[in-house]
């Protein structure tokens, strides 16, 4: 018996799978996701609705080649994506994501989807004995299949599925047609063995059932016609030829054909074939398909592809053109606009395509409708931008009096009707990190290049000499298909390597030297500048400004660019203004020439870099000196802001604010280099000090400021040098560095006591204090640390405090002093938590679990450290998250976990390593050395505990109190199991192994429970 569905009421998500992804419940609809991941993750929760995922198997599915750390934090960034989408303001948390430290799901009440109804009308349908009931219930299943499950995505799990529901589909489909001839409605039959064959034109069962209803309709040369095409697919797709049945079926049809006297028709319209391209076109299988699935399935009578010049536009149209004229009765038309000059020539090229004779304009427009009227037609209007101001309202009337006509564009514009459907065409696939000659060609980018190349050089071959060149070279082109044909057709005379360094002025070297292409693509600067030349003057203006960007940026950054853009302009009498920043960066959107990306808070705008090139070439001197300027001020203030929110509850979204515009803030950097803008440079190289530390790049952010600080110092203001010395011995600090940022803090110090900043000078006390702390000086580092809380304390400065009383709890935690250190440890957290500060909060709950662990609460420890360790991974802290696994894997191995400790241990010296802290490094080595002793492995053990023990006096510190006892007896231990040779080996090696070998050796200690010596 049939059960009742619903497609899902105002308060449950109806997620549908077939030919796409889509959610959509009330008026809210998510059809965009920031990831192809976040995508097949939704999927794959919504197609197994009964089933609870575990982290690992969503890890493994979906991220398979990711470090494991880094999948962990993709997998709670999808999450972290999903959960406000799927449940918006007003919808309880967890009512439709359920989501724990170990299973992830859907609620299975809260949401429907089409593949899930459209197996169970199929299985009703098969239990259903009557006939009619049976045709409506497969009928609606049919319905419900709009295309390839999930198409786009190509995880192992979708392509399984996919075939499966496809199979499932095609039997359906195939009853459908048993049924209506059964029934006598051979046209429905007809219609439904149509279906299948559009859905696999490989599929022979299918050809047959539309040969013989052809046959049996009356329509034997349509069945022959047919059979011809069955054939050539069958040749050309599997090298096969028909079988017995269907041979068979052919013979008796031509047996049976009878030529009745048909009513006179009028003469066929003979259609120009489609150009044939005549080189092979890579990549566009998934774009293809879409194209056809919209002109097919979407209902969509018009559809243009967007692109910039060189994307390869022409060659998809004419792709997908063959594969939907392959798949239904009809005449695709091909119609080449580049050469027109006006608009109303565009329907003599119409004309000229279908092969009418001239006339005068308005009976040529009937003459054309007329004949666009006899059978379906797909249209191809080619290279449509420069007459789209015209183009429209001729467009608009072919379709709307023709209703069998449907139009694919071309254009690097949108045409702007209501009813346009836009493709973009992306580039190609370009190859990411990948050295292999074998897993490069796999990118569509190099095999157009390899094609390309042998065009000219019939011996080129990607190779393992090369393969990193032309991997780079493709990365370089951005996978721009013109790009990537001129750049290859130096191939007789350059290697990638050459090709590669010659790119450093790409517009000199992407030049072609064939007779056969039109002007416009014979350069890629001429490709670009046709798109340059349509544009309005002011536009021109602001396609040039925003030039100066790098990578991505905000609409914020371009108003302000744009702002001081336009001043100038009117200033120098060459514009009266430019456009409002919105309504320009979506024309330039429209015209192909900029990207609009969608992120979690807001869209974000970005440039091809050929593109980029291009435009910041269109600029005078005076034009860049002066974006270069605004764009340094410009992300100067906004790191000014960020930095004054990252410590605050705010942090997170401000931290990733910054991530987003890393490639901005170096390009601010380097102007400042270059132009000696000393104090611009040291306020941002200072504002970003806190996003180094939290993310770790801590060498990046030591070079920064060496460089700007080594500059000429006279005009520098002694305030912002102060500064930037504190960030430059913060951050030394941070790599263990503490003889150097000692120095730093002392200059800092020095500054800021001359012009008499109490605050300034509160800081490099604390900074001093606690540098003085990690070289072991408890005196020193106490009395600087009470300096500095007595300077806060009277400023009324409560994070000041806060940070000196979590370090005095460190003092007294190092003496042994617990319960004194727990009392100041938690006066520092609660200051932190009243503040916001998720960071410091972390680190007064990983301090508290230090403290618990001495005292032998394994439990409590494990628990504060486990609730430090969730706050830094939240928030990619990772020298905090470094800092914290060493220590969880210190609590795991006192518990006896010794396989727990060792992943825990691997896993944090991998980071810290990564991130160049020494001192870290040197915890790692040792509770590592103390693990291998355990396993007796004894010269492991004095290997690892002996370059710990380096590395403490290379940088000036030493073991706590509590560690050394510890250390000292594994090596007692180790001498009486070991020979004085074998001793003396192991620590030796510890001595003189460089650190980067020591760090791998250790890594494999831990990740092979058979490691010898």
Not at 40 to 55: G, I
Not at 672 to 692: I, K, Q
Request: aromatic letters at 6%; a negative charge; hydrophobic letters at 45%.
């Amino acid at each position: 018996m049939e059960t009742e569905r619903q497609a899902g009421g105002p308060d449950i998500w109806r997620i549908e799978l077939f030919g796409g992804l889509t959610a959509s419940r009330g008026d809210r609809k998510i059809e965009r996701f920031p990831t192809q991941k976040v995508g097949a993750l939704l999927a794959m929760l919504a197609f197994y609705p009964r089933q609870r995922h575990t982290r690992e198997e969503l890890i493994d599915m979906l991220w398979p080649d990711a470090d494991l750390t880094a999948a962990r934090n993709r997998l709670s960034q999808a999450l972290v994506w999903l959960r406000p989408q799927l449940e918006p303001e007003g919808v309880e948390r967890g009512s439709v994501l359920i989501a724990d430290r170990v299973n992830i799901s859907l609620t299975p009440s809260t949401f429907t989807t089409d593949t899930a109804d459209f197996e169970a009308l199929v299985k009703d349908g098969q239990r259903e004995n009557g006939a009619e009931a049976r045709i409506d219930i497969l009928s609606r299943a049919v319905g419900l299949y709009q295309g390839p499950l999930l198409s786009g995505y190509y995880q192992d799990w979708i392509l399984d599925e996919r075939q499966r529901l496809l199979d499932a589909f095609l039997l359906t489909l195939r009853s459908l047609v048993s049924l209506h001839e059964r029934a006598g409605d051979s046209e429905l039959a007809l219609t439904y063995a149509r279906k299948a064959l559009a859905a696999d034109p490989l599929q022979e069962e299918a050809h047959a059932d539309v040969i013989r209803l052809l046959a049996e309709s009356g329509q034997s040369a349509a069945a022959l016609r047919q059979f011809q095409e069955l054939k050539r697919v069958l040749d050309k797709e599997l090298a096969e030829e028909p079988s017995p049945a269907t041979l068979a079926l052919v013979d008796r049809i031509k047996q049976n054909a009878s030529t009745p006297v048909a009513a006179p028709i009028a003469a066929p319209i003979r259609t120009a074939p489609l150009p044939a391209p005549l080189t092979r076109l890579f990549g566009r299988d998934e774009e293809i398909e879409r194209v056809r699935q919209t002109l097919i399935s979407g209902g969509a009578r018009l559809v243009t592809l967007i692109g910039p010049g060189g994307s390869g536009k022409t060659r998809l149209a004419l792709a997908a053109g063959a594969r939907v004229e392959q798949d239904r009765s009809g005449s695709v038309v091909f119609v080449a606009l580049a050469d027109l000059d006006a608009a109303p020539m565009i329907l003599a090229a119409i004309a000229a395509a279908l092969r009418l004779p001239a006339d005068t304009a308005g009976a040529l427009l009937d003459q054309v409708m007329e004949a666009l009227a006899a059978r379906p037609f797909l249209l191809i209007l080619d290279n449509l931008e420069h007459l789209v101001g015209g183009a429209g309202s001729l467009v608009r009337d072919l379709l709307e009096r023709v209703s069998s006509l449907t139009i694919l564009a071309t254009s690097r514009q949108r045409l702007g009707l209501e009813f346009e459907r836009e493709i973009a065409v992306p580039p190609l696939h370009i190859p990411t990190g990948s050295a292999d000659p074998q897993e490069l060609l796999e990118s569509a980018s190099v095999q157009l290049f390899v094609d390309r190349a042998r065009a000219v050089n019939p011996d080129f071959g990607v190779t393992a000499a090369n393969a990193v060149a032309v991997a780079q070279v493709c990365e370089r082109l951005e996978g721009i298909p013109l790009a990537i044909e001129l750049c290859a057709a130096w191939a007789q005379t350059l290697t990638p390597a050459q090709m590669l360094e010659k790119l450093e002025r790409r517009f000199d070297l992407l030049v072609s030297r064939r007779s056969d292409i039109t002007p416009r693509h014979r350069t890629l600067r001429a490709a670009l500048e046709y798109s340059y030349l349509q544009l309005p003057s002011d536009l021109q203006l602001v396609y040039k400004s925003v030039s100066v960007f790098r990578g991505s940026w905000s609409l914020e950054a371009s108003e302000s660019i744009l702002a001081g853009a336009s001043e100038q302009a009117a200033a120098s009498g060459s514009s009266g203004g430019l456009w409002p920043a919105l309504r320009a960066l979506t024309e330039l959107r429209e015209r192909s020439l900029i990207v609009a990306e969608e992120t979690d808070t807001a869209m974000r705008f970005r440039m091809l870099e050929s593109l980029r090139e291009f435009a910041s070439e269109q600029l005078s001197y005076a034009e860049r000196a002066a974006l270069r300027r605004a764009h340094a001020l410009c992300f100067l203030q906004m790191s000014e802001q960020a930095n004054s929110r990252v410590a605050g509850s705010d942090q997170d979204r401000w931290l990733a604010t910054l991530d987003l515009e890393q490639e901005n803030l170096r390009a601010a950097l380097s102007w400042s280099l270059e132009t000696e803008e000393s104090n611009v440079g040291l306020r941002l190289a200072g504002a970003m000090g806190g996003y180094w530390s939290v993310r770790g790049t801590l060498q990046e952010g030591v070079d920064w400021l060496e460089r700007l600080l080594a500059l000429p110092a006279h005009h520098i203001d002694p305030d912002v040098q102060a500064k930037a010395w504190s960030i430059l011995g913060y951050l030394l600090w941070s790599q263990g560095d503490f003889a150097y940022a000692r120095t730093a803090h002392e200059q800092a110090l020095e500054l800021r006591r001359g012009i008499a900043d109490e605050a300034g000078v509160a800081e490099s006390l604390y900074h001093l204090g606690i540098t003085a702390y990690r070289e072991e000086d408890f005196p020193s580092a106490k009395s600087f640390l009470e300096e500095s809380l007595a300077n806060s304390q009277a400023r009324g400065d409560r994070s000041g405090i806060a940070r000196v009383l979590l370090n005095l709890g460190n003092i007294a935690y190092e003496r042994l002093q617990y319960q004194e250190a727990r009392d100041f440890i938690q006066q520092s957290l609660e200051i932190e938590q009243q503040l916001g500060n998720r960071r410091r909060s972390a680190n007064a709950l990983h301090n508290l679990g230090l403290i618990a662990r001495d005292n032998r609460e394994y439990e409590l420890a494990e628990t504060l450290i486990q609730e430090a360790l969730a706050v830094n991974r939240s928030m990619l802290d990772n020298y905090s998250i470094a800092n914290t696994l060493a220590n969880l894997g210190a609590v795991a191995a006192f518990q006896g976990q010794s396989e727990r400790a060792r992943r825990l241990l691997a896993e944090g010296l991998k980071l810290a390593y990564e991130i160049g802290n020494k001192h870290i490094i040197a915890y790692y080595l040792f509770p590592m050395g103390m693990l291998e002793a355990e396993s007796e492995r004894w010269a492991n053990s004095v290997y690892l505990l002996s370059a710990a023990r380096r590395v403490f006096e290379q940088i000036g510190s030493a073991l706590g109190a509590m560690d050394a006892p510890r250390f000292e007896n594994t090596l007692a231990d180790a001498r009486a199991h070991l020979d004085d040779a074998a001793f003396h080996s192991a620590w030796s090696r510890g001595q003189s192994e460089a650190l980067g070998r020591i760090v791998m050796d250790a890594l494999a200690y831990s990740l092979d429970e058979r490691s010898n010596p």
